[in-house]
C-alpha cells in the first residue's frame, strides 16, 4: 500500500464486542460499564478491566445511535442565528449549563445576517430530537417549521402564543436610551438596524422611536437604514449616510446590535468625527468588546447567559413531561452609559 493508500485507509470501528473480547466479559456488562449504570450490577475488578479496553481500543459509545433504535432521544437542537456572534455564544453557554450531561446540544446556526430556513431545521428533527430551542425567530419561520415536540423560544417578543418562550424586556433599555441621549441634548438623532426582520429588531427599533418622539428627539424617515449584522456592513452604510446626516444636525446614532455600533465607530473615526463630542453612538446587546472599545461603547445590556439557561431550564422541565410554573418569562434590560456618548 502506497502512502496516500494508508492515508485514505479508514481504521475499523470499534465495537462493544471488540471490547468484551479485550477484557473477558459480556457485551452487556461494556454497555453497563459505558453508560455509567454499574452500581451493584458489575464487580470493580470487571469495571477496571472494560475501562482499560475501552481506552486501549478507543471504543465511543454510539449514543445517537441507540437513542434512534429506541424511538427517543438525548439531542437537543438550538437554532440560532450567527453562532460567531459572542451574545449567542453566551447564550449557547448558558443553554449548555442548564441541560447538564445528560442532553447533547446540537446547533442550527445561519450565517451573518441571515435567518434560518425550516427546511435545514426540518432536516435536523430526523435525528427525532428530544427538545427543540429558537432563538429569535420570525412568525413566518415557526409557521413553516410546524414543529412537534417540546419547544422553546428564546428572545421572541409577540410570539409567545407559538410556544413557552423565555424574552428580554428590550423596550425598556431602548427607552432608557432615548431618555438618556435626550437629557445629554441631543435634539436630532438617527438609527442604524438590522435587516433580518425578526420581532425583537422591530420592537427595539419602536420603542425607541416612540420615547425619543416623547422626549423631543427628533429621528427623521430618512435617518433609519438597515443593514446585516457586520461591522464592515455598518461602516460602509454610516459612510453612505453620514454626509447627509451631518447636514441635518444629527449629533447621536444608535445601533440595534454592539456590532453596528462598532462599525460606526470605525468609519466615524476615518471620517474625522470626534466621538462623542460630535456624535454619540450606542448599541445593544453589551458584547464583552463594548466596554473596552476606543471609546468604550454605551449599550443596552441584554443577559445573554441567563437567557440561554433559563430557556434551557424550561425546556428540560418540557422534555421531563413537567408542567412549567412560567411558561412566559421575560428578563430585564439596563442601560449601560460609557464614554461614546456624552452631553454635548
Not at 427595539?204 to 443593514?227: K, M, N, P, W, Y
Not at 476615518?270 to 453589551?286: K, M, N, Q, S, Y
Amino acid at each position: 500500500m502506497d502512502t496516500l493508500d494508508r492515508r485514505n485507509a479508514r481504521a475499523p470501528r470499534v465495537t462493544a464486542a471488540m471490547v468484551a473480547a479485550r477484557a473477558g466479559v459480556s457485551t452487556a456488562t461494556v454497555s453497563l460499564v459505558a453508560n455509567g449504570k454499574t452500581q451493584g450490577r458489575v464487580s470493580d475488578d470487571n469495571v477496571s478491566r472494560v475501562r482499560t479496553a475501552i481506552a486501549e481500543l478507543g471504543y465511543v459509545v454510539d449514543s445517537i445511535g441507540s437513542s434512534l433504535a429506541r424511538g427517543v432521544s438525548s439531542i437537543v437542537i438550538l437554532v440560532t442565528p450567527d453562532v460567531s456572534n459572542p451574545f449567542f455564544a453566551n447564550v449557547i453557554a448558558g443553554v449548555r449549563e442548564s441541560l447538564g450531561p445528560e442532553y447533547q446540544l446540537l446547533l442550527s446556526v445561519t450565517d451573518a445576517g441571515e435567518s434560518p430556513q425550516a427546511d435545514d431545521v426540518r432536516k435536523l428533527l430526523a435525528l427525532r430530537p428530544a427538545g427543540l430551542l429558537v432563538g429569535a425567530p420570525s412568525g413566518q419561520f415557526l409557521e413553516d417549521l410546524s414543529a412537534a415536540g417540546p419547544l422553546v423560544l428564546l428572545d421572541a417578543p409577540g410570539l409567545e402564543s407559538y410556544a413557552p418562550s423565555v424574552n428580554l424586556d428590550v423596550a425598556q433599555g431602548a427607552r432608557e436610551l432615548a431618555r438618556h441621549l435626550a437629557a445629554s441634548g441631543h435634539t436630532h438623532a438617527a438609527y442604524v438596524d438590522g435587516v433580518t426582520g425578526t420581532a425583537t429588531f422591530q420592537l427595539r427599533r419602536e420603542a425607541f422611536l416612540e420615547e425619543a418622539s416623547r422626549c423631543g428627539l427628533s429621528v427623521a424617515d430618512g435617518h433609519v437604514i438597515s443593514t446585516s449584522i457586520d461591522v464592515g456592513a455598518a461602516a460602509a452604510a454610516f459612510a453612505d449616510a453620514w454626509p447627509d446626516w451631518q447636514r441635518a444636525g444629527v449629533t447621536a446614532v444608535v445601533c440595534g446590535t454592539d456590532t453596528h455600533a462598532y462599525g460606526v465607530l470605525q468609519e466615524a473615526r476615518v471620517a474625522g468625527v470626534r466621538i462623542p463630542d460630535e456624535l454619540a453612538v450606542a448599541g445593544f446587546d453589551d458584547l464583552p468588546y463594548s466596554a473596552t472599545s476606543n471609546p468604550s461603547l454605551t449599550t443596552v445590556h441584554l443577559p445573554a447567559t441567563p437567557l440561554g439557561r433559563k430557556a434551557g431550564e424550561q425546556l428540560k422541565g418540557l422534555m421531563e413531561g413537567l408542567a412549567l410554573d412560567e411558561p412566559h418569562v421575560t428578563l430585564e434590560s439596563s442601560l449601560v452609559v460609557r464614554g461614546s456618548t456624552a452631553p454635548v
